[in-house]
C-alpha cells in the first residue's frame, strides 16, 4: 500500500502502466517480490513517475449502494467483500496506508487477489465487525533479496530515466514494477524489484463494511435512437451511473485547459508506434466483454447492410465474429497493423492528433467505435467532431477504455488516476457535449466489465442528433 515515497491508494491496475500510485498490500501474491524472480522479458514497458503496482482488487465508490448488509453473514471464500482498513508498520507503528476518507476495498476473499495475512484475517468476519491483525512478512511481501537487483542495458533504458523513478518491466502479460536504484555513465540502469515493504511486519485495523452485490442488465440507446437490452452491463457500477442526472450536471462551457491534453512524452507519436506491436492491451475478458457489446449494438441495424468506422484501430477491431457489416474500415498508425486486419474492408493510415481529420466524407457511417485509445488524443474537440461529421444521422459513436495505457504517451489529465473509471467517462462524456455543440444526443455510460478479477471495460455512447 504504500512505497518510500508516501500512502499509496486502491486502484483498478494497468497491466501495462498506470500513472497514479495504487495500495502495494493488496497485490496478488503470485505477483509479489517475495515469490517471483525477474520477468523473463526485462525490457523496461515505461518510466512512471510513482510506483506501479498490480493488485488484483479494485478500487469502488464511496457510496455503497451495491453492498449486502445481511449482518449474519460471514466473509468466505468467494465472497467480494468491502473493507475499510489502516495499515501500520510494527517497528514504528506508523501509518502507511488508509482507508479513512477514501474509498474501502474491494475484492474476493479466497481468490489471491490479496496478500495472504490479510486474505485470513477478513475471512469469518461479519458486517461491523471490526480486527486488528499483524502479518509476518512471509504473509506479505517476504523478506528482502538481493537477487532482486538487476541490470537493465543502456540499450532497454527508456530516455529521461532516473534514480528513485517506479518503472514496469516486462512483456506480455508478465509485467513487475521495480524502482530505479542508479543510472550509471555508460546508461545502464540498476532496479529493485523488491517490493517497498519486503521484510517489513505490518498490522491492520480492518472492518468488514458490506458484501458487493452485482446488478446486472441495462436499457440503453442503440442505432437511430432505439432502445437497446445490454443484460450483462453492470447497472449499479459507479461508472454505469457517471453521466446520470441529478448526479452529474453537463459544465456550462468547455471545462478543460491546455495543459490537460499535455503527455510525458511529446515526441512525434509516428516514432514510439514506428515498430508493429501485434498484441492486445486489454485482457481476454475485456475483449470478450467489448465484442458481446458490439454484437448488442450492431444487431439493431440492418445485416449486411450497415457500414462500421474503427479509429486509432490496429490488426484487431475486437468486433464480433460473425460480424455482418457491408463495409468496415479502419484508421490507425501503423500500415502494417492495419493490413492485417482480417475484419477490414478498407483502411487509411492516420496520425490523429498530428492532422485530426478523417479521410472520409460526410454521413457514410451507421457507427464509429474505437477501443482503448482515447486517453491518446491531444486535439479530442476536432476528433469528435469529425466523428459526428462522418456518421450518418442516428448513427452511434461507441468509445470504450479500461485502465491500462502506454503512460508517456496519454494526455496528463487522463492518468492522474488510471482507476477513475467515472471520471474517465465524464471526460468523455465532455468531448462527446461539446463536439460539436448539440450534435450529440443521448450521451450515456455503462460498465460491461466480465468480473472483478477482468481487466475493467468501460463504454461511453451517444447518437448523432
Known sequence: MLSSTGALRTALLAEHVVGKPVAGCFRTPASASRSRGPPASCGIVAAVGAMAL???????????GAVGMAAAREATDGDEVYVKYEGRLTEDNSVFDSSEGKEPLCFIVGAGQVVP?????????????????????????????????????????????????????????????????????????MLDLNHPLAGKELKFDLELLGFHEVVKGMDMVGWQGETVKVPFAVANSPVSEALKEPNWKWPQGWPYKEDDFRRQDESDDSGFYAQPRFVTHIDEDAIDAIRNFYDVQFAQAPQGEYSVL???????????????????????MVEQELAANKQATEFAVADLNKMPKLPYGDSEFDFVTNVVSVDYLTKPRDVFSEMHRVLKPGGVAIMSFSNRCFFTKAISMWVRDMS???????IVGNYFHFNPSGGWKDIQSVD??????????????????
Not at 460491461?448 to 442528433?465: E, F
Open 54 to 64: 498490480v493488485p488484483g482488487s479494485r478500487k469502488v465508490s464511496a457510496r455503497l
Open 310 to 332: 474503427d479509429i486509432c484501430s490496429s490488426w484487431i477491431s475486437h468486433y464480433p465474429k460473425n460480424l455482418k457489416a457491408k463495409r468496415v474500415a479502419i484508421t490507425g
Open 448 to 465: 460491461i466489465t466480465k468480473g472483478p478479477r477482468a481487466n475493467p471495460m468501460w463504454v461511453v455512447v451517444a447518437v448523432k442528433a
Open 420 to 426: 477513475d473509471g467515472p471520471g474517465h467517462c465524464q
Open 117 to 189: 495475512g490479510f486474505d485470513r484475517a477478513v475471512k469469518g468476519l461479519k458486517v461491523g465487525e471490526k480486527k486488528t491483525v499483524t502479518i509476518s512478512p512471509e504473509d506479505a511481501y517476504g523478506q528482502r533479496s538481493d537477487a532482486m537487483i538487476m541490470n537493465i542495458p543502456a540499450a532497454q533504458v527508456p530516455k529521461g530515466l532516473q534514480e528513485g523513478m517506479q518503472v514496469m518491466l516486462g512483456g506480455g502479460q508478465q509485467k513487475m514494477p521495480a524502482k530505479v536504484k542508479q543510472v550509471l555513465e555508460d546508461g545502464s540502469a
